[in-house]
Every structure is written in structure tokens, then in C-alpha cells.
């Protein structure tokens, strides 16, 4: 973090990140002086409501966050920017995108958490267009021109008003990664026999204990059982509670309904309970070993939409070959109960030293056994690159010595 003070003495001077945050109502033009070298400007957590047009004079910059402002349009200075491909505004009061606001080299788009309606044609024709995060807005209807986004391989409509699934983006060449809940064309009133069927919990029916990990949605605690509730449970537990608002992902109520409907599989986090209160949501799930660990590290913003991991980690082949023979096996489980996980990434595994897996982190889901047959096929299609790019990921950490060998070629023709 930086401050006006510094910014104002010439301290900042060459900087390639900047982020104030110091309750800005207006934009500091001392920033104007860091336009031989700012590439990433975080005005994140201010009181802005408007950039000037002298914005476009920092020529190097390629990523800005403006996310909880008070912007009710994305800027149209934006637009002029010349090397721009990273946008970020969540969490303001945008209801208007012109498409003058949409620089040409537009890679990464965040717009989740505001009152959108609509959305500009010219969008639809951004080619490098890989990342695109719109839930949590009040959207009826996707441009017809999105079929033209062939880079686009991230894409977050969940929790907004789309009254019709848009079958434009049914036909995206690397659409991979897909999270559409809480929209009108989602709705049903059809009984969920895998939901209904896992019991309810009070949440006077236990104690939170230590944080074991947070994340977009919620917060998940180790916690143990009052009286008699483990004669019928688990006795190790861990409770995700869920946050009320809408995350960068769609509504926690979707996440924990895709959860239960998914049901149990041997790879999968189980979840032996719900609790669902007026003034708390949550999931009661078995604890997990602790020896499991992370698989991998979410993308960057170098990266984008790729996963990463830690430097020297590298797995054997036949640990490789046996993680995607179980992400296999779970992905067809999940398909089979017409649930699209919608994040399909090591980021979201956990694995042990024998590489077996569990896997969980159902934010991004969607349910789609409302839709059409010819539409659900397709969503398995995409969820289905995910994988791809999941063994594709596991690939490049595989030891140098397996890389000659037929399981390592036969796992490279299962990516093509």
C-alpha cells in the first residue's frame, strides 16, 4: 500500500504497481508523473465515481482495479488507454458499459456486483477476451456477438436475470470454465431427491472451533459436536458458513444445493449436513486429513486463467496418471447428477503423498437438469476442456525423466 504523501514527494517515482486507498473522492493527478513506468493501478476500496480523461496518458498501463467505488458507468477513458487488458470495477454501482470503455486489448474483464441491465455489442468483439466475471448484476440478456469470442475461456453470468440460457456461447471454441446459477432460466420446482435427503442441522448443534481456510463464499472452521449429534455424524467435522452477499462466483444458497445434489463419491468432500436458518447457511462436512495438501496454486495475472504451482514441484507420471484417473472418474460423477462444477482446477484439489485426491470448492457450480438435453450435452463439453487443461496443467510439472515414456504420450493424447 501507498500513500498521497509519497506519491506527492517523488518517492514513487518508477514504480510499476501503485494502490492508494485512502478514501479518494477525487483522482490524485500526481499519478499522471508515474506515466513512464505504471503498469498496475489499484484505486480498489476509494469513493471515486469518475477517472479524467488524462488517465489515457499512462501509456504503459495494463491492469486497473477500481472495485468498492462509487462508479455508476465503466469510464470511457478506459477505451483510450493503449495497452490495457485488465479491467476490474467489482463491487460499485455500475449500470451502464459504453462501448467506447472497452480497450481493443481487453484480455480480463471484472465487473461482478453491480446493477448492469445490459451489456454493449462491441463487447462481442474484444478477440483477446479470455476472462469474463459478470455475476451479481441485473442482466436480462448476453450480447448475440459473444459467439465471437473465441478466446474466452472463463465465464461467471451466474446471479443475474437472464430469462433464457444464451446459446451463443454454446459454440466458444475454449470455453472451459462456466458458472451460470441463480438465473431465471435456472429456476424449477422440481423435487431434488439428493438435496432433500441430507439431513438438517441447528447451528446450536455444534461449536466452531479454529479457521481452517477461507474463500469468495464463505468461511470454513473445524468444529465438534454438542451432546449426541456424533452418535449419528462423523465425530471429526468442519462447517463451511456461508457469507449472505453474492460472490465473484453467484449466490452461496446454488453452491450449497450443487454441494448436496452431487451426493458422495470417494474424491469428493462429503457433506453429511445443512443448516439452513434465516441468519445462517452453512455446510457440515467430514474434516479431511490433515496430510492432504494443495495440488496447486490459483492463475495469476500473468497467467490468467492457468494454474500455477509451487517452484521444483514435480510429480512422477504414474502419480500424475493416477490423480486424472480419479478427477476422471469425479467429473462423470458430477455430470451424472447434472451438475457443471464450473472451477475444475488443481487449485481446487487436495492430494496425499499416494496422490490420492478430494476435491471440493463448489462455488462456481451450476445445476442443469432444467435445461434442454441438446444444452446439457453441452455444458458437459465445456466442463470437459476443463479437464483437459487440468491434465495438461499436471503435465508440465511432470518429472524430465517420465517424459519419454507411453503412459506420459498416452495421457498427452487425452489433452489433444
Not at 490524485?28 to 469518475?50: C, H, K, R, T, V
Not at 491492469?63 to 488507454?81: D, E
Not at 474424491?267 to 443448516?275: E, G, N, P, R, T
Not at 484417473?325 to 457443471?340: P, W
Request: glycine residues 4%.
Amino acid at each position: 500500500m501507498h500513500t498521497i504523501e509519497q506519491l506527492k514527494a517523488g518517492e514513487l517515482k518508477g514504480i510499476k504497481r501503485l494502490q492508494l486507498s485512502e478514501n479518494l473522492t477525487t483522482f490524485p493527478m500526481e499519478i499522471l508523473s508515474l506515466a513512464d513506468s505504471l503498469e498496475i493501478l489499484d484505486l480498489s476500496n476509494n469513493q471515486l465515481s469518475s477517472l479524467p480523461d488524462e488517465i489515457a496518458q499512462l501509456t504503459q498501463l495494463k491492469i486497473i482495479f477500481a472495485s468498492n467505488n462509487q462508479f455508476t458507468s465503466l469510464p470511457s477513458v478506459l477505451g483510450l488507454c493503449p495497452l490495457l487488458e485488465m479491467i476490474g470495477f467489482k463491487s460499485n454501482q455500475i449500470t451502464e458499459v459504453p462501448a467506447e470503455s472497452l480497450p481493443l486489448t481487453l484480455r480480463w474483464l471484472i465487473l461482478t456486483d453491480n446493477k448492469i441491465t445490459a451489456l454493449p455489442e462491441m463487447l462481442g468483439k474484444r478477440p483477446r477476451l479470455q476472462k469474463l466475471a459478470l455475476a451479481g448484476n441485473q442482466l436480462t440478456h448476453l450480447p448475440n456477438s459473444f459467439s465471437q469470442l473465441t478466446n474466452l475461456e472463463l465465464l461467471r453470468i451466474s446471479a443475474n436475470q437472464l430469462v433464457a440460457f444464451p446459446i451463443q456461447l454454446l459454440t466458444l471454441p475454449k470455453l472451459a470454465w462456466f458458472a451460470f446459477s441463480g438465473n431465471p432460466f435456472c429456476q424449477t420446482n422440481q423435487a431434488c431427491d439428493a438435496i432433500d435427503s441430507v439431513p438438517e442441522v441447528a447451528s446450536k448443534d455444534y461449536v466452531l472451533q479454529e479457521v481452517l481456510g477461507q474463500g469468495a463464499s464463505g468461511v470454513i472452521y473445524k468444529a465438534k459436536w454438542i451432546e449426541d449429534k456424533q452418535q449419528h455424524f462423523p465425530s471429526e467435522i468442519a462447517v463451511k458458513v456461508f457469507k449472505g452477499e453474492v460472490t465473484s462466483d453467484g449466490y452461496p444458497q446454488d453452491e450449497l444445493q450443487a454441494c448436496l445434489k452431487v451426493g458422495i463419491h470417494n474424491s469428493l468432500v462429503s457433506s453429511i449436513a445443512q443448516v439452513n436458518e434465516s441468519d445462517c447457511l452453512a455446510l457440515i462436512m467430514e474434516l479431511i486429513p490433515p496430510h492432504f495438501k494443495n495440488l496447486g496454486l490459483p492463475p495469476t495475472l500473468e497467467t490468467c486463467t492457468r494454474d500455477t504451482f509451487n517452484n521444483e514441484f514435480t510429480l512422477s507420471i504414474e502419480k500424475i496418471k493416477k490423480i486424472v484417473d480419479q478427477m476422471t472418474q469425479v467429473f462423470e460423477h458430477m455430470h451424472n447428477q447434472q451438475v457443471c462444477h464450473g472451477d475444475l482446477y488443481a487449485h481446487n484439489t487436495l492430494f496425499d503423498e499416494e496422490a490420492n485426491i478430494i476435491f471440493g470448492d463448489f462455488g462456481a457450480a451450476s445445476m442443469y437438469h432444467m435445461l434442454s438435453d441438446e444444452i446439457q450435452v453441452s455444458i458437459k463439453t465445456i466442463e470437459q476442456r476443463a479437464l483437459k487443461l487440468f491434465i495438461d496443467d499436471l503435465l508440465s510439472i511432470c518429472v524430465e525423466e517420465d517424459k519419454n515414456t507411453s503412459l506420459y504420450q498416452s495421457l498427452v493424447l487425452q489433452v489433444k
